[in-house]
């Protein structure tokens, strides 16, 4: 059976990519991963749907077994990506979405080297620090925190697959959604149609005296 | 400047890709490059538009000379791609399309890493055979020495970047032409953007006094 396709979306933090990503689930059959983490559900989260709540000792457990894709400590809380469902669901063929910071996806693409790296940025840092300003929710020493991350984060940005540019939302996902698709088109996607061609091919010319 | 897509079509002979390439250069703004031959003109066909034509001695003057992105022989005669005039229009950023041979076309990738390798594939080999035999042109020695030289090309397959099977001629060329308009958006031909980004956020998060 032919595999889905994994694909990691990164980008800054007012890159848009959350709403790119929450656009893609509503509109097509992605599998969206799940994370798991140490911080406590907020009102309303729910278990396997936000994340997967564990605790500290549940989650070093995980990392000890190899469970995880990668993991990452944010604010003394830890998150990761469970390796058994994202695996389960390539397997049966579907394309899972995985939304992770960019040292994670340098992670995903080591142990999954056919894994779509898919980097969303802003047009420019000026429209950059106007979506955070603007958003009207962060402080100033928040954006200017916000801003030193993505100084840091910039570094990633060549070690990516692709690079879309979200100026328009509605192209944005149109474009990350393409991408996922001809992805399946690459040869090394293509395993099942190339071994069929060979085979059909040279049993055809084979038969030369018909 | 932004540099344009090298992109190589192959694919067996019966699978349609001249059909496509004609349709490509018909609608958009792709430069096809002409090869160079020692093959003698036909009738009606023009220097320097349908190929350049050389005598034996210029042409291999110009594989001395390196002047060639690959060459081969074909039934006593030589073809070639003249590297000047593709180097030429990729800087001006225009994307270039190359219809050539498995052979050449990892050739190409050799000297041009970041060129775009599309192999065409009819769905089955069957339909393959049926392409070849309905053509009416072409004596059933020919379509079995075709279909000799198909068993030998499939081999190269996987080395392509993408395998698009032309079940469907509209469909095949618009995906063609898909995979080239998106390959714009890798990172390595995003340099741009990344040196602009790169700059403007490590300006913008050094003033932290502002």
């Known amino acids: 059976m032919k595999k889905g396709i ?11 990519k959350g709403t790119i990503m929450k656009e893609l689930i509503k509109r097509y ?3 969206l991963s799940v994370s798991a983490t140490t911080r406590r559900p907020r009102d309303g ?7 997967y709540f564990h605790t500290k000792e549940e989650f070093q457990q995980m990392i000890d077994r190899g469970e995880l894709v ?17 695996e389960e669901q390539l397997n049966q063929g579907r394309d899972v979405l995985l939304e992770i910071e960019m040292q994670g996806g340098m ?20 429209v950059l620090k106007e979506r955070l300003a603007g958003r009207g929710t962060e402080s100033p020493e928040e954006i200017e925190r ?25 192209d944005a996902i149109n474009k990350v959604n393409d991408l996922i698709r ?6 090394c996607n293509s395993a099942h149609l190339i071994k069929k ?13 018909e």
Do not use: C
């Open 29 to 31: 059959d992605y599998f």
């Open 70 to 86: 990668e993991w990452a400590e944010y604010v003394g809380n830890f998150y990761g990506t469970p390796k058994k469902r994202v």
């Open 182 to 187: 001809y992805d399946h088109y690459k040869a």
């Open 107 to 126: 992670l995903v693409k080591q142990q999954f080297p056919d894994s779509l790296l898919i980097f969303i940025s802003p047009p420019s840092a000026e």
């Open 197 to 209: 061609m060979e085979q059909e091919i040279s049993t055809f010319a084979a038969r030369k005296g």
């Open 45 to 51: 989260e729910v278990d396997g749907k936000d994340y």
């Open 6 to 16: 994994l694909a990691v979306i990164s980008g800054f933090s007012g890159a848009g």
């Open 146 to 170: 916000r801003l030193q991350r993505a100084a840091e984060e910039v570094k990633y940005m060549k070690d990516y697959d692709y690079i879309i540019v979200n100026d328009d939302l509605e």
